[in-house]
């Protein structure tokens, strides 16, 4: 199973928004609303943000906003803070004869 | 507070075997799938595997099938993975996730909570 693709870097100001794509196939992204996306600071471990394509669990600021089209979900961050630059991966369902998680290549996204 | 502690990583020759422990604290264990993941040194997140709350359903990537166990203790809230003939594409820092979906491993299972991580080195 392949990874997902992931740009490997999204930079932005502060107070922009930017927006993380995450491409897979028809097997997995495309396949059902079930990608969800994680943020991980160096060192620490990830941190749910996103799933079922668009839902915030509990306490996550409506700052984070996720999308899907097709084979391809997004992540969108608007109003940039210092506290978002952390790396963020993207995770999908893979449809097939057995049950099977797929992470994306992940993307490390810059406060400049 | 909802806790998830791993245990058990170390130094290992190719070859040998390692049982990592994940103990839960904090919610109601044996009423949530739980799942390893882990990452080796500079790269990505990789799924390894997935168990039901019952411990009756297990589910593997490929690259460890038929080389590592996931498995539960339900009455001492803890997770294990039985790794063994590891090699040294399995060195990384391996987490143990809840799932939030209940007791069954479904599709629409995210992983909520994560422990801080156990680092596993497979060298000779």
């Known amino acids: 199973q392949s990874a997902l693709t992931q740009p490997a870097s999204v930079s932005g100001s502060p107070g922009q928004s930017i927006t993380i794509s995450c491409t897979g196939t028809s097997s997995d992204v495309g396949s059902y609303n079930l990608v969800s996306w994680y943020q991980q600071h160096p060192g620490k471990a990830p941190k749910l943000m996103i799933y079922e394509v668009s839902r915030r669990p509990s306490g996550i600021s409506n700052r984070f906003s996720g999308s899907k089209s097709g084979n391809t979900a997004s992540l969108t961050i608007s109003g940039l803070q210092a506290d978002d630059e952390a790396d963020y991966y993207c995770c999908s369902y893979v449809h097939s004869n057995t049950f099977a998680y797929v992470f994306g290549t992940g993307t490390k996204v810059t406060v400049l | 507070e909802v806790q998830l502690l791993e245990s058990g990583g170390g130094l290992v020759q190719p070859g040998g075997s390692l049982r990592l422990s994940c103990a839960a604290s904090g919610f109601t264990f044996t009423s949530y799938a739980m799942t390893w993941v882990r990452q080796a040194p500079g790269k990505g997140l990789e799924w390894v595997s997935s168990i039901s709350g019952s411990g009756g359903s297990t589910y593997y990537t490929d690259s460890v099938k038929g080389r590592f166990t996931i498995s539960r203790d339900n009455s001492k809230n803890t997770l294990y993975l039985q790794m063994n003939s590891l090699r040294a594409d399995d060195t990384a820092v391996y987490y143990c996730?809840?799932?939030?979906?209940?007791?069954?491993?479904?599709?629409?299972?995210?992983?909520?909570?994560w422990g801080q991580g156990t680092t596993v080195t497979v060298s000779s």
């Open positions: 996730a809840k799932g939030d979906s209940g007791y069954e491993i479904r599709p629409d299972m995210a992983m909520d909570v």
